[in-house]
DNA sequence: TAGAAATGTCAGTGGTTACTGACATCACTG
DNA sequence: CAGTGATGTCAGTAACCACTGACATTTCTA
């Protein structure tokens, strides 16, 4: 999302605004602070955006990471119950920490702004979707045992959500130990459960 | 946190401050906006809390549950790993659903106001140790199989930290189907394995 | 180097916000 | 009934905020 040495005006203000309301909240900071942050004066950020509101929605679309999960993983998935796993956590991970300041942002925003959170927060759904079929196509070739598909879906996606969250609000429980570690450990404790 | 119908002024308006902060954030919502909706004028707002941030520090004091997770858990704790992980996961689920509200604030206000944070998300760190040690105990009994006690106290908390995000925020994933069928689903995953 | 485009400066507008003081009203209670 | 305490009303203050217009200055480029 940033890194790159070569921003033009636009894109220095939409990542100040992205940085500053990932904090602090989409009411708790002013356009004038904003544009201070990205170097430029106030008037140069409503003559590039009109609108604070503007500003925000400009900043999504050019930010947010909206890549079709489910897609991405259809493509990559070879029926091995451990390495499918590894592969699903790995790129949701991926893909939250990409978007993850636009992702609180959205939180913290809430509903007052309208259509945010919708767009942050698309994946859950289908994602459980997605692997609800693979548990049952899993199950029909004999790899996992029978049990409540759905429930599982549920389970090991709020379990990589909650992670996803801590680390993008430095839980303390994260400090020091890497994702990687973290994603084989969760991983293999659905392939122990679900093994026939 | 609610339902009692004897509330006096104070009681009326840091509810009202709660209900709407939790949805709008601090900065989303005004104190007239609150006054309004406890019923009262601003004026007798100002008269009882002083200042706004006051409002919202008295709210915290006055509905935020603390209870000692931890103390609770190891009175209860009867040596059975599917007993125990149901007890810990409906205890967890109950105190997180009673101080959601307050939860949302403090997610909302983020590092903003100093100190908020740090008491809705005080119990991660300390649930960690309890179950890395519950695993090991449970392992010297030769009750469970070793593995690394520290990772799957790690999943199991972002699991149920997950889920209780996804309740407190209206998850469509949560639609119809009660948080208890979650957590038996989720509790039978590491039962299996973990089963020596 | 001339002209165009981007940016800065600055003063200002209309609205909101947290918060206050003075005074009136109301309810209860001894 | 007198008096006390809680609340309402209202006008106001100082700060902040999103946003604008006029004009000057800088920077880029043909």
């Known amino acids: 999302m940033n890194g790159n040495k070569k921003m033009n005006t636009s894109e220095k203000i939409m990542m100040a605004a992205i940085d500053l309301m990932a904090e602090h909240g989409y009411n708790g900071v002013s356009t004038q602070e904003i544009a201070t942050r990205a170097g430029f004066s106030e008037k140069t950020l409503f003559r590039h955006f009109q609108s604070k509101q503007n500003l925000l929605e400009s900043a999504f679309n050019r930010y947010h990471y909206a890549e079709e999960m489910k897609d991405l993983f259809l493509k990559k998935i070879v029926w091995d119950l451990q390495k499918d796993l590894l592969m699903v956590c790995r790129s949701y991970h991926r893909i939250m920490y990409q978007n993850r300041k636009l992702i609180?942002?959205?939180?913290?925003?809430?509903?007052?702004?309208?259509?945010?959170?919708?767009?942050?927060?698309?994946?859950?759904?289908?994602?459980?979707?997605?692997?609800?079929?693979?548990?049952?196509?899993?199950?029909?070739?004999?790899?996992?045992?029978?049990?409540?598909?759905?429930s599982n879906a549920k389970a090991f996606l709020y379990m990589n959500f909650?992670?996803?969250m801590g680390r993008m609000n430095n839980d303390p429980i994260f400090a020091g130990t890497p994702i990687d570690s973290f994603i084989e450990a969760s991983v293999s404790i659905f392939t122990r459960a679900l093994r026939p």
């Open 104 to 150: 609180k942002i959205s939180t913290k925003v809430g509903d007052s702004l309208p259509g945010f959170r919708e767009r942050t927060h698309q994946h859950p759904q289908q994602l459980k979707e997605f692997l609800t079929g693979y548990f049952e196509e899993m199950y029909k070739k004999g790899k996992i045992i029978e049990t409540d598909f759905e």
């Open 162 to 164: 909650g992670a996803a």
